[in-house]
């Protein structure tokens, strides 16, 4: 039950932050889910999340939301 209630944060925060971030219209976008790496305890550290989400930003990726039972991170970025 608690992860279908984490599902649907993470897939209703997706959808609201594409709609509320948009400047034009019809700007598409394209998503990413990943996990921390290195994975196991270590992907655990805040610095190691933080140096994995700089790496992911470089390329253009947001962060929208992380699920924190999986540590699963949703990312998106204009489609290139």
Known sequence: ????????????????????????????????LTYSTPPGPAGLHPENQQQFLNELGKDGWILVAVDPQTGLFYLKRPKQ
């Not at 608690?2 to 993470?10: D, E, G, Q, R």
């Open 1 to 32: 039950m608690k992860k279908t209630i984490v599902l649907m944060f993470a897939a209703s925060t997706l959808l609201l932050a594409s709609c509320c971030t948009t400047h034009r219209a019809n700007k598409q976008w394209e998503y990413k």
